[in-house]
């Protein structure tokens, strides 16, 4: 059986982990190698980056990051954060990247979500989305790290991204982001019934029922959180035996 | 004599051939320091070599990986030559069947892969690469394959998520060394949207559940074929390149 995946994400800035609330106030939560390897050890079905510095050096920065992650992590990795072109998704996934995470170069040229779909596979297009409630069920795209509202609404651009070849969501709740209550379940749901493509639920653990609730409430098919595990509140391991007594399915070997 | 790098070292190769920049794994030059040098010396020259086949497209770096890892130092090489006179071949594959076959073609390597199962070299073909081993592929159009295997190539039912992406169990239905130390039905990583449909099930030796029971692993002599990618499935996938390796290099 499929199982849900249990994804770390880690915020990479400059060569560091940081955590931050609502994209901002950043902390400082180690050394990306050393922690890819050990969520690694730990059980955890795929990582993501965020490079959320993403000025032309620190994306140097993170090629290097990626190239040692991918010599000793073999689970897939999906780095994301300031990439514009269809040379910034080569170099990454030259570099070890199974997929890579596009957001705001998404929104402004739809077409790399094509392009890139056609030359590297769907399967390496993610698209990130980064939804801050607008309404009632509606949500609207926010670009630039979360700071930059678009008045486009969030579920005509995914329909329309998975069209031109988005082959997975990652979907952030800005509201929920960093505060530790909860994903935003109604969003997640939303867009699982939306999409035929898997979606990653992001932005709001703080506990491990709330991602029960994200993979159950929310129908997502993956959960990605930070904090929770950075801080080493709970294990990996933790987080799937939970899981796995509340009958959802999970990888535990 | 410890500056003589052997001439088709992976890290050589990935720089020069796909443009890959990726310095030699830790772990590998500490392996080589260790060794007497005379004894080095002989390795260099007598040691079983692994290609890793570059057409073009597919995930080479963590095939790579996966087996300088492992302890090996794998090649990674479009030459047509080296890839024949290699004592075990990897050949990888990520994106669509057509044009995957139409990249194997262009480069030459559609041939080399024919003629590698004729002389009974060990393979390990793995995703799209184990895919075009059948006869034909109806991703984007009918295309024609190999033809190493009968059957055809088809795409997922809908109804469920596609790709099917994520960790999905694999029961074995051979018995074989290749499984040694992985237990039945571990989880292994997959992403696909078309899966292989052998038409001679006396090569299938593993199966997943996506909807429907589709054949995850074919085995056929010499000749080893995953849907998943053991490059991508963690310690039980190190494992299983590690079992075939023991197998193929003995």
């Known amino acids: 059986m499929l ?31 050393e922690q890819a390897a050990f969520y ?34 073999f689970v897939p990795l999906c780095v994301g954060g300031g990439l514009r072109t269809i040379d910034d998704v080569r170099r990454m996934l030259q570099a070890g990247a199974d997929k890579v995470s596009i957001n705001t170069a998404a929104v402004q040229n739809p077409g790399l979500l094509r392009e890139g779909a056609a030359i590297f596979g769907r399967q390496c297009m993610v698209l ?8 009632e069920a509606a949500w609207e795209v926010c670009t630039h790290g979360g700071r930059k509202p678009t008045g486009i609404n969030v579920l005509d651009w995914i329909r329309e991204a998975v069209d031109l070849g988005a082959g997975e969501i990652l979907l952030t709740s800005w509201d929920a982001d960093g505060h530790r209550s909860g994903y935003d379940n109604e969003l997640n749901r939303a867009v699982s019934e939306l999409v035929a493509v898997p979606v990653i639920a992001s932005g709001g653990a703080g506990a491990l029922d709330h991602l029960y609730q994200a993979l159950s409430i929310g129908k997502a098919d993956a959960v990605l959180a930070a904090s929770i595990f950075h801080y080493r509140e709970y294990s990996i391991r933790q987080a799937k035996e939970y899981l796995a007594a509340k009958g959802i399915p999970v990888r535990l070997q | 004599m410890l500056a003589l790098t052997p001439l088709y070292t992976y890290a050589n190769i990935i720089n020069t051939v796909s443009g890959f920049h990726i310095p030699r794994c830790r772990s590998y030059d500490k392996k080589q320091n260790s060794l007497p040098l005379t004894f080095l010396s002989i390795m260099n020259r007598k040691s079983k070599t692994i290609a890793v086949i ?20 794998p090649v990674v090489t479009s030459s047509i ?5 290699a004592h075990a071949v990897f050949l990888p ?34 995703c799209v690469g184990m895919q075009v081993l059948l006869s034909s592929t109806e991703e984007d159009g009918e295309h024609r394959c190999l033809g190493i295997i009968p059957g055809k190539v088809r795409k997922l ?33 997959f992403v696909h949207s078309y899966y292989a449909h052998p038409g001679d099930s006396s090569a299938v030796a593993g199966v997943t559940e996506y909807g429907i029971e589709f054949c995850s692993m074919l085995i056929k002599d010499n000749l080893f074929a995953t849907q998943f990618h053991p490059e991508k499935s963690g310690e039980a996938g190190l494992r299983m390149y590690s079992n075939f390796l023991k197998y193929a290099l003995s």
């Open chain 2, 54 to 73: 570059n057409y073009g497209a597919g995930n080479l770096g963590s095939v790579a990986n996966a087996l300088v890892k492992l302890g090996y130092s």
């Open chain 1, 128 to 135: 990130a989305v980064d939804a801050r409630r607008s309404g």
């Open chain 2, 81 to 85: 030559a080296e890839v024949l006179n």
């Open chain 2, 157 to 189: 039912p809908q109804g469920l998520k596609v790709p099917h992406m994520g960790w999905n169990q694999v029961r074995q239905t051979v018995s074989h060394p290749v499984f040694g130390g992985i237990p039945d039905n571990t989880y292994f990583y």
């Open chain 2, 93 to 126: 594959g990520v994106g669509a069947g057509g044009d995957t076959m139409k990249s194997l073609e262009v480069s030459g390597m559609a041939a080399a892969v024919l003629k590698l199962v004729e002389l009974q070299r060990p393979l390990f073909a793995i």
């Open chain 1, 3 to 33: 199982t849900k995946r249990i994804i770390p994400c880690l915020d990479v800035t400059e060569g560091r982990v940081v955590k931050g609330t609502s994209f901002t106030n950043l902390r400082d939560a180690g050394d990306p190698v």
């Open chain 1, 40 to 73: 690694y050890g730990e059980g955890a079905d795929e990582l993501v980056f965020l490079d959320i510095g993403a000025t032309p050096e620190a994306r140097d920065t993170m090629v290097h990051v990626v190239e040692k992650v991918a010599r000793q992590v």
